[in-house]
């Protein structure tokens, strides 16, 4: 895979940064045999971390036990667990295409609009919603927000029991053999042409699948900007905590923590936990003793002893997508050429997915 991949440190599962998958996006279905991936899920809702304490804020119409912990839990009002519901409504009765064309503006700006306090907002939305975006501004486009915060209404957040790499694995698995090459960089694409260090290969389409700023750069395309991304892997001997919940930090610097062994135990050996701190919008190869230092204040000396597995600091986590971004840009660019990624659609997996689709769907219709 490209961005979308997955290691094995020391028996660890580590994704490239810290990655989820959200069931309720449509590719799926279409383009994976589902139960191969063997998808282990999230429990709806998060641990947010409040002062010292962390508070359950549930989703109690997909986990009903969850409802006394979460209207009383001080991550937001009763009013903006109201609010909450009422955009729940909303989003439910709305189809994606739609929700694309409403008038834009950053997320801040129309969460404050529908009335979330600014508490909400700082310990609940930055976090969340922010390190599923690489964007703890919330300066990111608010019908992209929608899209997110309706997928996530519609079910759990997941991940291939063996690792985010599963995906890319599972697609290449259908080709047929010698037609991947790998380490073969490519130094110019044309019309009907690719020209790589071992020589040129001709086409009668060429389909150029990379992240965006490559693309920019191949094809002379206007530059893509770049939300990075941090994550800090660790191992222990114990988990933190013992249900498979995220958990979040709005002051950060990790605003993300996943214990994934938690949510899938293959992500670790026996009688081993692994623990990812997420720091979305950052790029930071140094971030691990802060983070630590975060945890610390979270978990207490336990951290002390957990080690320090690798540090993923990633330039390109996700195209930047501001206000009124234009999704479903065109993929055939003419004579031949095509670009495809998430930089021609929604910066997020189906975005992907489906720009991949489109790309070929216009090739075979000739």
């Known amino acids: 895979?490209?961005?979308?991949?997955?290691?094995?440190?020391?028996?660890?599962?580590?994704?490239?940064?810290?990655?989820?998958?959200?069931?309720?996006?449509?590719?799926?279905?279409r383009q994976f045999d589902i139960d191969a991936l063997d998808l282990r899920s999230f429990d709806p809702g998060a641990l947010v971390r409040v002062g010292e304490k962390l508070a359950l804020l549930g989703d109690p119409l997909r986990k009903p036990t969850t409802l006394p912990s979460s209207v009383l839990s001080p991550v937001g009002s009763l009013f903006d667990k109201l609010r909450l519901l009422k955009d729940r409504i909303r989003l439910g009765r709305t189809d994606t295409p739609q929700l694309l064309r409403q008038p834009d503006t950053s997320t801040r700006e129309g969460l404050a609009a529908r009335g979330y306090s600014d508490a909400m907002i700082d310990r609940f939305f930055r976090p969340f919603v922010g390190g599923i975006q690489l964007d703890p501004t919330l300066s990111t486009s608010n019908r992209m927000f929608d899209v997110v915060l309706q997928q996530l209404f519609r079910a759990d957040a997941v991940v291939p029991a063996k690792g985010m790499g599963e995906l890319p694995a599972q697609l290449a698995a259908h080709l047929p053999a010698d037609t991947i090459h790998l380490n073969t960089p490519v130094i110019a694409v044309g019309a009907g042409s690719v020209t790589t260090g071992r020589g040129t290969v001709t086409a009668t389409d060429v389909i150029v699948a990379v992240e965006g700023p490559a693309a920019a750069e191949l094809l002379g395309l206007p530059p893509v900007d770049s939300?990075?991304?941090?994550?800090?892997?660790?191992?222990?001997?114990?988990?933190?905590?013992?249900?498979?919940?995220?958990?979040?930090?709005?002051?950060?610097?990790?605003?993300?923590?996943?214990?994934?062994?938690?949510?899938?135990?293959?992500?670790?050996?026996?009688?081993?936990?692994?623990?990812?701190?997420?720091?979305?919008?950052?790029?930071?190869?140094?971030?691990?003793?802060?983070?630590?230092?975060?945890?610390?204040?979270?978990?207490?000396?336990?951290?002390?002893?957990?080690?320090?597995?690798?540090?993923?600091?990633?330039?390109?986590?996700?195209?930047?997508?501001?206000?009124?971004?234009?999704?479903?840009?065109?993929?055939?660019?003419?004579?031949?050429?095509?670009?495809?990624?998430?930089?021609?659609?929604?910066?997020?997996?189906?975005?992907?997915?489906?720009?991949?689709r489109r790309c070929a769907e216009t090739i075979l219709a000739g």
Request: charged residues 20%; contains cysteine.
């Open 1 to 29: 895979g490209g961005r979308v991949r997955s290691d094995i440190v020391d028996g660890f599962i580590l994704d490239r940064g810290f990655q989820i998958l959200l069931r309720a996006y449509p590719e799926l279905d």
């Open 227 to 356: 939300n990075p991304a941090t994550c800090v892997w660790f191992a222990a001997d114990t988990p933190p905590i013992t249900e498979p919940l995220l958990v979040l930090d709005g002051e950060g610097p990790a605003r993300n923590i996943a214990i994934m062994s938690n949510v899938s135990p293959a992500y670790a050996p026996a009688g081993k936990a692994l623990i990812g701190g997420a720091c979305p919008g950052v790029l930071d190869p140094d971030a691990e003793p802060a983070v630590r230092a975060q945890l610390r204040d979270i978990w207490g000396a336990q951290v002390d002893r957990w080690v320090h597995l690798r540090t993923d600091a990633i330039p390109h986590g996700q195209p930047s997508q501001p206000p009124s971004f234009p999704p479903k840009q065109r993929t055939a660019l003419g004579d031949g050429l095509h670009v495809c990624g998430d930089h021609r659609d929604t910066s997020s997996i189906q975005g992907a997915l489906y720009s991949g």
